[in-house]
């Protein structure tokens, strides 16, 4: 796992500096499963500075996957939101990519980020979000 830490931080614009004990060997290898799981998804709980971005970014990489993580401003709303959402659906829909989304609870500006995740995560769809232009081009591939 040390090889793709390395390889990791070679292409990387913030190379991460982690110290991989066996606990944390241990929670890389539960997020790769979990991750290469069909619909898989995971709730991540600990303190902060605890490793859970930073396990996923590796696990992720490991398994050449791309993360997507959004990045909040102070104008960041619904809108933006939903047009993230989209980037990310289109992501592995129309592009068939192997995605991350990763959210951190920092990052929810607005309830209905978290009921737009629930949605996500239960019924693969966010209601209204892609016209059906969008959604033939994503059931085409």
Same mark, same amino acid.
């Given at each position: 796992?040390?090889?793709?830490?390395?390889?990791? !931080?070679?292409? /990387? *614009? *913030? %190379?991460? =500096?982690?110290?991989?004990?066996?606990?944390?060997?241990? $929670?890389?290898?539960?997020? /790769?499963?979990?991750?290469? #799981? %069909? @619909? @898989? !998804?995971?709730?991540?709980?600990?303190? @902060?500075?605890?490793?859970?971005?930073?396990?996923?970014?590796? +696990?992720?990489?490991?398994?050449?996957?791309?993360?997507?993580?959004?990045?909040? /401003?102070?104008?960041?709303? %619904?809108?933006?939101? $939903?047009?993230?959402?989209?980037?990310?659906?289109?992501?592995?829909? &129309?592009?068939?990519?192997?995605?991350?989304?990763?959210?951190?609870?920092?990052?929810?500006?607005? &309830?209905?980020?978290?009921?737009?995740? #629930? !949605?996500?995560? =239960?019924?693969?769809?966010? %209601? !209204?979000?892609?016209? +059906? @232009?969008?959604?033939?081009?994503?059931?085409? =591939?």
């Amino acid at each position: 796992m040390g090889d793709y830490l390395a390889d990791m !931080n070679i292409g /990387s *614009k *913030k %190379p991460q =500096n982690l110290v991989l004990f066996r606990f944390a060997l241990e $929670h890389v290898a539960r997020i /790769s499963r979990i991750i290469t #799981s %069909p @619909g @898989g !998804n995971a709730l991540l709980v600990g303190l @902060g500075g605890s490793g859970r971005q930073s396990l996923t970014r590796l +696990a992720a990489y490991m398994q050449d996957m791309e993360v997507f993580q959004i990045e909040i /401003s102070r104008t960041y709303g %619904p809108t933006e939101w $939903h047009d993230d959402l989209r980037k990310v659906m289109k992501l592995a829909g &129309e592009a068939n990519k192997k995605v991350v989304l990763l959210f951190s609870d920092t990052q929810i500006k607005d &309830e209905s980020f978290v009921e737009d995740l #629930s !949605n996500l995560l =239960n019924t693969y769809e966010v %209601p !209204n979000l892609m016209s +059906a @232009g969008d959604l033939g081009a994503i059931f085409e =591939n």
